[in-house]
């Protein structure tokens, strides 16, 4: 099949080898890192595919104005800020790179939870306040407890793979069957909430998570535990998160990902004034909050743009041939 050169259009900064590559393949690639929404939307129905990380929505309406769009590249794992039903609708293909920077989320979680169980943050700010408190700090071992994961894809799977390491239990919840392995045994919701010392969350953000994470899923669970979230904001209703680490149900918290976020995720606030729950998430001692970085690490830039230079490289050969 001969076909006219596509063009593609850029509009979040990536790896330059995301962009050499497609050159080799043969696309026409533009660059547009700053123009707003509306002004790209003028422009859109010229090129075949876009390639953007989280800069905008690209919604039903942008989508109407994408005429002759083939595909969208993802550079990231979730789909959440595509309409995707409406996009596959006009036979647009979906490229997402959740290989790319999964080795990463699973080693910034595991660092969450040794930093918790550790009090390593804690300590650290102490010292440097001339604070030197050994018996206050005395930390506990990962060694014997349940690990309890909730989503096991991608992400859930890398941290399973990290805890060989270590002699716990590693037990994992997901809507779809059969996704165990020897990492991790498959349970129910039921008893994981029974059984987990540890909670690290790895779904997507879809109807079914938003806000899962609420006072009853909380309550639910029959040991006092930590909590992991390197997922999605939303999946974690911040207000019953504070209640549960201020009652103890939660033993503390690492957070690399906020309810409270812009869909862009460069951005925390909407507003300038701080929600309240989150003035309480800062002043406590046993959370630690990181900016949405667990799959952002040198190695997973260049992943993440092999990932989809690979996926987009096979979907146009399969094109072309």
Avoid: C
Avoid at 6 to 25: I, R, S, T, Y
Avoid at 153 to 182: Q, S, T, W
Wanted: overall charge negative.
């Amino acid at each position: 099949m001969k076909l006219l050169k596509m063009k593609v259009l850029l509009l979040d900064k990536n790896h330059a080898l995301l962009k050499e590559g497609l050159l080799q393949l043969g696309f026409e690639v533009d660059e547009n890192y700053t123009t707003p929404k509306h002004e790209v939307e003028k422009v859109i129905a010229g090129y075949d595919g876009i390639i953007i990380r989280s800069r905008f929505p690209i919604d039903k309406a942008f989508l109407q104005k994408a005429a002759n769009l083939k595909f969208i590249g993802r550079v990231g794992a979730g789909l959440e800020n595509i309409d995707v039903d409406f996009a596959r609708e006009r036979n647009i293909v979906l490229f997402n790179a959740p290989e790319g920077n999964r080795n990463a989320v699973g080693e910034h979680s595991l660092a969450l939870i040794l930093n918790l169980l550790n009090r390593i943050n804690l300590a650290d700010r102490e010292i440097r306040q001339g604070i030197w408190k050994r018996e206050a700090n005395r930390g506990e071992e990962l060694e014997g407890k349940t690990i309890g994961i909730v989503g096991y894809g991608n992400m859930g799977k890398a941290f399973a793979k990290k805890l060989r390491g270590f002699d716990v239990e590693v037990l994992a919840y997901d809507i779809k069957p059969d996704v165990g392995d020897e990492n991790a045994r498959q349970v129910d919701l039921s008893e994981l909430q029974a059984q987990s010392d540890v909670l690290s969350l790895h779904v997507p953000q879809t109807l079914l998570t938003y806000k899962m994470v609420d006072a009853d899923f909380i309550e639910a669970f029959k040991k006092d535990f930590w909590l992991i979230n390197t997922a999605r904001g939303s999946v974690v209703d911040t207000e019953a998160l504070v209640a549960a680490l201020e009652n103890g149900k939660i033993r503390g918290a690492g957070l690399d990902v906020l309810e409270y976020e812009k869909s862009s995720f460069e951005n925390m606030f909407d507003h300038d004034e701080l929600p309240a729950a989150f003035k309480k998430l800062m002043a406590m001692d046993n959370v630690i909050l990181t900016p949405h970085i667990a799959g952002w690490t040198q190695e997973s830039k260049v992943k993440l743009a092999k990932v989809m230079l690979g996926k987009i490289g096979k979907w146009y050969d399969e094109l072309m041939s």
